[in-house]
């Protein structure tokens, strides 16, 4: 049996996991909340700028970086967005559990 078959086998034991579906789920809700949607745009313009000071060598402004830790704050106490990196976090843990396996077996 090829890699390619028990990769795409593995894909979709994946794809049938809680961590998966979970994940896609908060996805989902993320696509129809506007205001949580609005919190990470609003990060990520001020992560922009924070790194594009550190590019030419300057420390982010230090209002950036106090809008940037209470809007992470806000995100945080957003439902959607705290299933969201709830979900991702245990997708990320499932997927380091392949990993990991897939390496132990490797060096067996």
Same mark, same amino acid.
Not at 78 to 107: G, P, R, W
């Given at each position: 049996?090829?890699?390619?078959?028990?990769?795409? %086998?593995?894909? *979709?034991?994946?794809?049938?996991?809680? %961590? @998966?579906?979970?994940?896609?789920?908060?996805?989902?809700?993320?696509?129809? *909340?506007?205001?949580?949607?609005?919190?990470?745009?609003?990060?990520?313009?001020?992560?922009?700028?924070? @790194?594009?000071?550190?590019?030419?060598?300057?420390?982010?402004?230090?209002?950036?970086? *106090?809008?940037?830790?209470?809007? %992470?704050?806000?995100?945080?106490?957003? *439902?959607?967005?705290?299933?969201? @990196?709830?979900?991702? %976090?245990? @997708?990320?843990?499932?997927?380091?559990?392949?990993?990991?396996?897939?390496?132990?077996?490797?060096?067996?």
């Amino acid at each position: 049996m090829s890699i390619d078959i028990k990769a795409k %086998e593995l894909a *979709d034991a994946v794809k049938e996991s809680e %961590e @998966f579906k979970n994940l896609t789920s908060a996805h989902a809700r993320l696509k129809i *909340d506007i205001s949580a949607q609005d919190l990470i745009r609003q990060i990520q313009k001020l992560q922009e700028k924070a @790194f594009e000071a550190q590019r030419q060598g300057t420390p982010a402004d230090k209002s950036i970086i *106090d809008q940037l830790k209470a809007l %992470e704050v806000t995100a945080q106490q957003n *439902d959607t967005l705290n299933k969201l @990196f709830k979900a991702q %976090e245990k @997708f990320n843990m499932l997927m380091h559990n392949v990993s990991e396996k897939i390496s132990s077996e490797l060096y067996k």
